[in-house]
């Protein structure tokens, strides 16, 4: 069975951090593209961050460029997302998700068009208090 679960939300101040994390099973790991998105209540889901697991490619939404760092840990088929400097706006329920065969020339449009994503996690809830 193909699966991510997201852990590592939580409650944290204004400028603090958080790693999140997005632990995968039932697929080729190398073979796949994972992105990290967000949806704030009453706003439509964005995507914030990206990473080719084949060459270690990244993307950053404008909003988290420099804040936020994306890695993988190909060994234990995992996916990070290093938040940093953690803004109000910040706060969201943060998913992961994964497509299979996206080009690295194209990796940033999984930002933005989700018809590539096959498979998405339940979530997990950052909360920044300012």
């Known amino acids: 069975e193909v699966q991510l679960v997201e852990s590592g939300g939580g409650l944290v101040q204004a400028g603090g951090s958080l790693r999140l994390s997005c632990a995968t099973s039932g697929f080729i790991f190398d073979d796949y593209a994972i992105g990290w998105y967000r949806q704030a209540p009453g706003k439509e889901r964005e995507g914030v961050s990206c990473?080719?697991?084949?060459?270690?490619?990244?993307y950053y939404a404008d909003s988290v460029k420099g804040r936020f760092t994306i890695s993988s840990d190909n060994a234990e088929n995992t996916v990070y997302l290093q938040m940093n400097s953690l803004k109000p706006e910040d706060t969201a329920v943060y998913y992961c998700?994964?497509?299979?065969?996206?080009?690295?020339?194209?990796?940033?449009?999984?930002?933005?068009?989700?018809?590539?994503?096959?498979?998405w996690g339940q979530g997990t809830l950052v909360t920044v208090s300012s």
């Open positions: 990473i080719s697991n084949s060459d270690g490619s990244t």
């Open positions: 998700a994964g497509g299979a065969g996206v080009p690295v020339s194209s990796l940033a449009t999984i930002l933005f068009n989700y018809s590539d994503l096959e498979v």
